[in-house]
């Protein structure tokens, strides 16, 4: 994750010597503190701290905890490997070690209670909408014939229909808007527009970048980093598939509940 922020960003002189330090040491920051590290750099402690808030990060202690998680992790998938040597054996049994691991990683950033608080938005709303492009179409219509299997109105979209928004009332619908690295124009863009509607809207998103987080009323946070792909294969599509599931499941034995 953090490899995958610091890759769209612009840094510093001082904060690219930062970066150097950390690729050649990879284990320097389970080591030492802010003031250590500011010190084998040869920058000051307030540029390191400024360097970890500009990747999203409340505190150099915060940035240290989730880098320590994430070289722990790199070190147990590391084996998880696949190239054009790989035999059919390698890739039957590498895979699912892959997809678990996707599994892992969006269970450990997800909110019990963003998904409560969504799962009742959905429960309230007269119509769910679903905003996404490219590879997550998919996995939105799919999460709309679903939906549709439980008695709720569903539909997506891959781009804002102006028509549609000024014929509709903006309380009984509920918004999702879906991009992998939340910095996805045409969504941004999607949300920012239903935001301007006074439409609730849902992110699907990705942590790479803030932009469509801050746009939306709540957001349900995927797996999204380079970290899972074998040869381009798009991994975040199960992230999402995860999330959709969830709301899914909990909707549908809410609705039972309510039916009896």
Known sequence: MIQDIIQNIKLTPHEEAIVQYIQQH?????????????????VSPPTMVRFVKKLGFQGYHDFQLTYSQEYMMFNQTKDYHLDQNSSMNDIINVLPDIYYHVFMETKKITRTEAFVRTVNYMMEAKQIDFYANDNNYAEVQSACLKLSNIGIRAQAFNAVNTVYLDAIKPSNVLA??????????????????????????????????????????ESLHIDSYQHHLPFGIMLYGISIHYIIDI??????FKKNTNRQ
């Open 26 to 42: 990879p284990d320097c920051i389970l080591k030492h503190n802010a003031k250590e590290l500011s010190q084998l750099i040869y």
């Open 247 to 252: 709301l899914y499941t909990a909707l549908y």
């Open 176 to 217: 999702f808007v879906v991009s992998h690295s939340g910095h996805n124009q045409t969504m941004v863009d999607a949300a920012y527009t239903l935001r301007k509607k006074r439409i609730r809207v849902i992110g699907i998103t990705g942590k790479i970048s803030p932009t469509l987080d801050m746009i939306c009323n």
